[in-house]
């Protein structure tokens, strides 16, 4: 297989100069194990070995079918697909992933949708395709999500940002890695976020006692139990960007109005981004309430980065110790002031929302298979023991079933369910010749799902994430949550870190069950639970 790393030797003439120096490959591309010598080899022949099976690149393919023959929905002059879509059975604004997979399921594993405003957008499926996608589009991977964001930051009423500084979520190319080269440094190290692993476990164990406080008298949680992940998420997340509490768990309101702006502001995102792009012409109402949220959190991240500005300035050089994740972004070349506040707005932004998510399904996944849950908490009582010492990296690296737990919860249902590409140049998927400006959408909840690469894919198996399964993974790029290559996520390490503490915190104390219907999850750029969250939480 091609990887990152293979990728980056070759990328000498890429639109990000020096890229294949700076990027660490320790977050390239994930790779199947293989020598460095061979995975030239297969670089330098143009070929990529997936499971098995060699497949040859653009360049080897002859006489694609062009572009208007990907097969999709009836398209309508102006409108394109949308009357289509609204008038399909199966469409349901809140669940739009359902309606793509029943396209899936119609046309096979490429389908062409033509939106009003948009053109024509490609969702593919295929983790061959995906891999071809992040491969080709490495040097300069565009991605062209949260447009409605931008559009408030350029017209911002106070000019706070600039042009091509709207942050790492908005900008592309050279625009882009500036920030981005320079922010990984401080949130993706792995080092980096283990050494606030104490001041996290010390949150988590204070939330799961606060649990402990909110069941009735029937053992269950709250039905609006996510509103309390939002407070655990926010004050784990301060931790390691502040280095300080602020609160969130005893309900300060300086935390209730960051969870809500960056609530708020998803929420919008998902109306304006999956919408029509009326928005682009005229405010309209998600885009005004997005707008309203965001400059709430623009006050209150500005504040936060001043004061962390000045107790930098008014410690003596000696006695300054180690930085905080803020402080460190504050003394580093070649990032403003501005470019602090905006990551860190988008740090809070994407944040609060993803791993709480993200913890409600895998508590949901595991109260509903009472045999995962038993091998889950046999691991922490081997690892942990009574769970009075506080957790270390050696206990951290201990924690396999715990992490394949995560990990099988975002294969079923990633956090998000696509990802999305802007194409610079023509490439071929599925034996048709997709034109360069494209969007394409890449669907990682439908690849998550194949029997091919995920056998019983509906059913909940933590296992198979196991290193001794013989039939572990064939193709990285069929579960990617956080995405690959240089625009991987750039919180997915203190995302992680939290969700494991939380998740072995939680099941060492107590037993989950859901006693209640099915949940079939809507989306709001995200996926969310559509019922109340009644946990019942009765002591192990």
């Known amino acids: 297989m091609v990887t990152g790393l293979s990728m980056l030797m070759l990328a000498k003439n890429s639109v990000l100069p020096r890229i294949c120096r700076t990027y660490s490959p320790c977050y390239a591309i994930p790779r199947a194990p293989s020598s460095l010598s061979r995975m030239r080899e297969a670089a330098c022949r143009g070929v990529s070995s997936v499971a098995g099976v060699a497949l040859e690149l653009d360049s080897g393919i002859s006489h694609p079918r062009p572009h208007s023959e990907i097969p999709g929905p009836m398209a309508w002059p102006i409108l394109g697909t949308m009357p289509s879509m609204f008038t399909d059975p199966v469409y349901d604004s809140t669940r739009l992933p359902r309606l793509w997979e029943s396209y899936f399921k119609k046309y096979g594993r490429i389908f062409k949708l033509n939106l009003l405003g948009q053109g024509d957008v490609i969702f593919v499926s295929d983790p061959v395709d995906i891999e071809h996608i992040f491969k080709e589009t490495f040097e300069n991977p565009i991605r062209p999500f949260f447009e409605s964001l931008k559009k408030i930051r350029m017209n911002n009423k106070t000019k706070y940002f600039m042009e091509n500084e709207t942050g790492i979520f908005t900008e592309q190319g050279l625009n882009w890695w500036r920030v981005r080269s320079q922010v990984q440094v401080h949130a993706m190290k792995t080092k980096t976020v283990a050494k606030y692993l104490p001041q996290v476990d010390q949150v988590a164990q204070d939330f799961i006692t606060r649990c402990g406080g909110l069941r009735d008298d029937k053992n269950e949680l709250p039905g609006e139990f996510m509103d309390e992940l939002f407070k655990w998420a926010l004050e784990s997340l301060c931790l390691v960007a502040l280095n300080k509490r602020v609160g969130c768990l005893e309900g300060s309101e300086e935390g209730q109005r960051i969870i809500k702006a960056a ?52 410690r003596e050089a000696e006695e300054s110790g180690e930085l ?63 769970g009075r010492q506080p957790l270390t990296s050696h206990h951290m690296a201990r924690l396999t079933y715990t992490k394949a737990c995560i990990r099988e ?12 590409r802007k194409l610079e140049k023509d490439i071929t998927l599925q034996g048709y010749r997709v034109k360069a400006g494209t969007k394409v959408f890449i669907s990682m909840k439908e690849s998550g799902m194949m029997e091919e690469y995920f056998p019983r894919a509906t059913e909940f198996l933590p296992e198979r994430w196991m290193r001794d399964q013989p039939d572990r993974l064939n193709n990285q790029y069929a ?62």
């Not at 029509?276 to 209150?300: C, G, Q």
């Not at 919860?409 to 999305?420: D, E, F, G, S, Y």
């Open 409 to 420: 919860t975002l294969r079923m249902l990633p956090t998000t369910p696509v990802n999305i």
């Open 324 to 386: 905080n994740t803020l402080e460190s972004l504050l003394t580093t070349p070649g990032l403003s002031f501005k470019d602090v506040v905006t990551f860190m707005m988008d740090l809070f932004f994407a944040g609060i929302d993803t791993t709480s998510s993200t913890a409600v399904f895998t508590m949901y996944n595991l109260a509903r298979s009472p045999e995962k849950q038993t091998r889950l908490q046999q691991e922490l009582d081997q690892v942990l023991g009574d």
């Open 263 to 314: 609530i708020t502001m998803m929420s919008c995102a998902n109306e304006c981004e999956y919408g029509i792009h009326l928005w682009r012409y005229f405010p309209t109402s998600p885009l005004r309430r997005m707008w309203k949220a965001h400059d709430d959190l623009l006050e209150v991240v500005i504040t936060k980065v001043h004061e962390a500005k000045r107790d930098l300035e008014a």
């Open 479 to 540: 579960s990617i949550p956080f995405s690959v290559g240089t625009r991987m996520c750039v919180g997915r390490r203190l995302a992680e870190q939290e969700l494991y503490v939380f998740l072995a915190r939680l099941f060492l104390k107590y037993n989950l069950e859901y006693k209640y219907s099915e949940w079939d999850p809507v989306m709001r750029v995200l996926y969310k639970p559509d019922k109340p969250q009644n946990f019942t939480m009765t002591e192990r």
